[in-house]
T-cell receptor
């Protein structure tokens, strides 16, 4: 078990560009979550998947954000037409569960996005 | 909607002193509560969790927390802190995802 991995660890982009992040969960974890964390704040929930189905999206997830988990394993988070306000740490977590609690979430190291 | 309030944004203590980091939650349903720690430039690491059963939960690194339903609290404690405990601590309640508090920066001074 190698834990949750995220790629890239850092991304610097110019305003208006598109970026895509990847998350590989702990193997056999059926749930995968995306969060955003800005400096000095706690992580904020963005969306989660159970297997390949995206079950919930936060109102924080604007139309410029899209997430996929096509085969129920890794996931991608794409941000289109990036804005400076998108600069943050994007965290991925995974868990094993079917109840509403969803099991204990294990976090990856995050992808730090800087939009210039 | 569930919410979490961490009552102290910063807690400075001396090494070997006891510490308590306070967390209050609001929820209309059964709660599952967590404490995570985040060391500088690292991801979140689970310290402990309350799902059901005993209200006193023991976690890693000598930390423990007590679930108090009547006071809607889940305070984190450690009887004697070390320099290496310096980090940001987050309390969270489980919904579809986790709802986190804003964090408490624990700084342990020699």
């Amino acid at each position: 078990d190698t834990g949750v991995s995220q790629d890239p660890r850092h991304k610097i982009t110019k305003r208006g560009q598109n970026v895509t992040f990847r998350c590989d969960p702990i193997s056999e974890h059926n749930r995968l979550y995306w969060y955003r964390q800005t400096l000095g704040q706690g992580p904020e929930f963005l969306t989660y998947f159970q297997n390949e189905a995206q079950l919930e999206k936060s109102r924080l997830l604007s139309d410029r954000f899209s997430a996929e988990r096509p085969k129920g394993s890794f996931s991608t988070l794409e941000i289109q037409r990036t804005e400076q306000g998108d600069s943050a740490m994007y965290l991925c977590a995974s868990s094993h569960g079917t109840s509403s609690a969803g099991g204990t979430q294990y976090f990856g190291p995050g992808t730090r996005l800087t939009v210039l | 909607a569930q919410s979490v309030t961490q009552l102290d944004s910063q807690v400075p203590v001396f090494e070997e002193a006891p510490v308590e980091l306070r967390c209050n939650y609001s929820s209309s349903v059964s709660v599952y509560l967590f404490w995570y720690v985040q060391y500088p430039n690292q991801g979140l690491q689970l310290l402990l969790k309350y799902l059901s059963g005993s209200t006193l939960v023991k976690g890693i690194n000598g930390f423990e927390a007590e679930f108090n339903k009547s006071q809607t609290s889940f305070h984190l404690r450690k009887p004697s802190v070390h320099i290496s405990d310096t980090a940001e601590y987050f309390c969270a309640v489980s919904d579809a995802g986790l709802t986190f508090g804003e964090g408490t920066q624990l700084t342990v001074n020699p």
